[in-house]
């Protein structure tokens, strides 16, 4: 089993971005995902790098509005890319970047991790296959404790889950 933590990334009145951290690792999903790309020399992956710190600050102004994201998990799950604002390569010559989360409302956005994207689905690339169920998982023990009664909004910072 393993612990997931929620930790505040940002925190305003539109909407509340947190990451997650597994197993008391020192660095959240979120901040090794900015260590691996934030000095990228690939002129396409640094665009693609500051759109999506963009739409987070977008998030956190407007609100985790519902058409910011696409979602990329099953039907049932609320796991998304952040954000839809990525330019389309040609896939000989460059990947894009995926950031992604749970968008549990428009003011509540979990961000997990991401990696460069070179296929034309997630599924085909093993790490963004990963990052995207383990999002799944999570959103499920989120679920659960939603039905028990749990307002998410107001108690996220204070929960810690265990996953497989």
Known sequence: MRKVEFVPLVLTEKSDVYSIRIDEEKN???RKFVVLFKDSEDAFLKDDFDRILA?????AQNGALESYFRFEGGIKDRVCAIPLLIKPRDKTKHGTLRLYGIRIS???LIIGGGGLKVTDKYEDTPLLQ???SRLQTIDSELRKLEDEGMPLEDSIMNI???ID
């Not at 739409?55 to 998030?59: G, L, N, S, V």
């Open 160 to 162: 810690t889950i265990q």
């Open 130 to 132: 990963e990052h995207v």
């Open 106 to 108: 428009e003011t509540l």
């Open 28 to 30: 959240t999903e979120f």
């Open 55 to 59: 739409a987070i600050e977008k998030i």
